[in-house]
């Protein structure tokens, strides 16, 4: 079978969850259509050395004439304006095709039904996304009929688990590694780490991420004076000596963040070390064995369970060595494969169809962006734009919109003004919220 991918780029988490399923998948033959030139040639590698073609910036006859190669079409959704215009714009060619979910689309992004109604077949890389309080319980049990959860990567390799979990010099080493950003890690964890410390000062905090996205973390840090226990690592290639280094791994999101699989938090598991996360969206369905990790209730549950791990020796080790345990046997890279391979074998054999996604999302940007706001963002921004609110009213509602909408990047409003910014309901947007140029 003949399969295309298309994806708004090949960076971070589905970079490496395109690359690993084309480099253990090989029972049938990939191409991936990239909509942005890639600025990192890292995964674009590996999947040329498997084999599959990668293609950048592919104009509509290029993309027509793939998507009339294709025996399988994989849309690779996530909510990237780049996306959005693509489907709006897609060939009118008959196409057997699945929409990937890689984020959970119960916040914003939200995944709109009429989107989903028209893919043949979904594939969500959470069973959280079936909660979506957006969908009526009709819509729901709709979706439920045309879909099913695939992971958007696994375990790839097995690095060497702890088996040591003493402290080195008495002191407890908590790490966190991924995004900063306020959209997905929790806007309270300078004052988590501070109430951690006044119940155990013999702690550290070492993250690895990028630094300069994490700088409101260390600016809090400074002014409660606790800014000697946590270090910024930056951005590391090679993970294994972090996750030695390490004692605890603590992983507090914002509880309207988009993540699904949370493959940091699977390295962690993998490692042998005790995991600890809120009690809350995806993160249910990431740990579902209790014995495996620990899901704090609150905030004050979160310090809770991270200073009792700091003081138990054993309750470190039983979590950390369960966590290996559940993980090797939850998230094996090779069941992410198969199932892919059955869940796109059984669509194989339906007929291919002429998809109008345009007719879900609309045909303008602006469209765009509000199709994937749940409705209690929605209709605010739809009075604005009608001009029904005061300028006033309209930047004190901006300044509390999540802060995903006030990103670079993730969909936000500047991201979908840098896309298109001759949208002039975007600009209407910017003035109205005196967005910086």
């Given amino acids: 079978m003949r399969i295309v991918h298309i994806t708004a780029h090949l960076g971070g988490g589905i970079g490496q969850a395109i690359s690993a399923l084309v480099t253990k998948e090989n029972r049938h033959s990939h191409r991936i259509l990239t909509l942005e030139q890639l600025e990192k040639k890292k995964f674009a590698d590996l999947c040329r050395k498997a084999g599959a073609e990668v293609i950048e910036q592919p104009d509509m006859e290029e993309l027509r004439q793939e998507l009339l190669w294709s025996d399988l079409t994989v849309l690779h959704w996530w909510d990237h304006p780049m996306m959005a215009n693509l489907l709006a714009h897609c060939p009118a060619v008959p196409i057997r095709c699945i929409l990937w979910c890689h984020i959970s689309g119960c916040s914003y992004p939200a995944l709109p039904f009429a989107l989903l109604n028209q893919a043949q077949y979904v594939f969500f890389t959470t069973p959280y996304s079936y909660e979506n309080r957006e969908w009526t319980q009709e819509q729901r049990e709709r979706i439920q009929s045309k879909s099913c959860v695939v992971y958007g990567s ?57 630094s300069e996205a994490g700088g409101w973390i260390l600016e809090q840090a400074e002014h409660m004076g606790i800014q000697d226990h946590i270090r910024m690592l930056g951005y590391l290639d ?34 042998g070390l005790p995991v600890v996360m809120l009690k809350q969206a995806a993160e249910t369905y990431i740990l ?41 046997s939850k998230y094996a890279h090779s069941k992410i494969v198969e199932n892919f391979q059955a869940e796109a074998e059984k669509l194989g054999g339906c007929k291919k169809r002429v998809v109008r996604f ?53 969909s936000s409003i500047p991201h979908f003004l840098r896309t298109f910014p001759k949208d002039e309901a975007l600009q209407f947007l910017k003035a109205k919220f005196k967005l910086p140029e």
């Avoid at 002191?171 to 109430?195: L, N, V």
């Avoid at 004692?247 to 949370?262: K, R, S, W």
């Avoid at 999302?361 to 209690?376: C, N």
């Fill in 288 to 328: 579902s064995d209790p014995s495996a990790g620990i899901l704090a209730d609150g905030l004050l549950g979160y310090v809770d369970a991270i200073v009792s791990l700091s003081r138990e020796k054993e309750h470190r080790r039983s979590l950390g060595e369960q966590a290996r345990r559940y993980v090797c």
């Fill in 238 to 271: 090679d993970m294994s000596e972090f996750w030695n280094e390490i004692d605890i791994f603590g992983y507090p999101l914002n509880p309207q963040h988009f993540g699904t699989t949370e493959n940091v938090v699977l390295e962690a598991f993998q490692a």
């Fill in 154 to 210: 696994g375990l790839l390799s097995a690095h060497s688990a702890k088996t040591e979990y003493g402290l080195r010099n008495g002191i407890c080493h908590i790490g966190y590694a991924g995004t900063f950003a306020r959209s997905k890690m929790h806007e309270s964890f300078p004052q988590m780490c501070q109430a951690i410390l006044e119940r155990n000062p013999d702690c550290v905090f070492l993250l690895a991420g990028d």
């Fill in 358 to 410: 345009q007719d879900a999302l609309g045909e303008m940007p602006i469209q765009w962006l509000l199709s994937g706001m749940p409705s209690y963002l929605r209709r605010p921004f739809e009075e604005i734009l009608q001009g029904a609110w005061t300028d006033a009213k309209a930047q004190t509602f901006w300044a509390s919109c999540p802060y995903i909408l006030k990103e670079r990047s993730k």
